[in-house]
């Protein structure tokens, strides 16, 4: 459900050799720190992996990634005006992103990192928490506004009946965000 665009915007890839969409990570100044490579076959496992003997002689020297040191597209959106989009995974943040939402960043999880906060403490903009409606994502959207309201921020919370902002159909997500928050 991605058009061919938003894919190469994101140099989103596929590895033919372990079956696997590869996404690129980029640290906030935009260096290339990791690739990803999610399962795309029933059972497969790890769901979701971070390559490292797979970059063989092309990994950089010394190569190891701190994936959680970082927020999925903070390096294309530190520069937008308005609200930070914080979803858990690359999946919802390509959504939002495809159906409007261009500031939009994903933890990688379903919990935010002390680095992660401090990417958004210190970019010092509202902040829109829109993580899964599962436990996991209920617990971690209560910990992430927890910990970024402390630090001052202006935080709220997208209310919306799907199981994943990319469960949301394109015509309601925009909707959704601006109407549906508490």
């Known amino acids: 459900g991605f058009n061919s665009d938003l894919l190469d915007d994101h140099q ?12 690129p990570l980029f640290n906030k100044d935009g260096d290339l720190i990791a690739i990803s490579g999610r399962a795309t076959r ?13 970059l063989g002689k092309f990994a950089p020297y010394e190569y190891s990634p701190k994936t959680h040191s970082h927020l999925w597209r903070f390096n294309q959106c530190k520069q937008l005006d308005g609200p930070v989009l914080v979803v858990e995974g690359f999946k919802a943040a390509l959504w939002a992103v495809q159906c409007g939402y261009k500031k939009t960043v994903a933890l990688c999880g379903a919990s935010m990192t ?12 509202p902040v829109i928490l829109m993580l899964d409606n599962d436990e996991a994502g209920r ?3 209560q910990n992430c506004g927890i910990r970024l309201c402390r630090a001052g921020l202006d935080v709220t919370v997208v209310d919306f009946g799907y199981p994943a902002p990319d469960d949301i159909p394109s015509e309601e997500f925009l909707y959704i ?3 549906n928050k508490k």
Request: glycine share 6%.
């Open 12 to 23: 989103i890839g596929y590895d033919i050799h372990n079956h696997r969409i590869t996404i």
């Open 42 to 54: 029933r059972g497969q496992e790890p769901r979701y992996k971070i390559y490292k003997s797979e």
């Open 114 to 125: 002390q680095h992660q906060s401090r990417l958004l403490i210190e970019h010092d903009q």
């Open 139 to 141: 617990r971690g959207t």
């Open 177 to 179: 965000i601006t109407n």
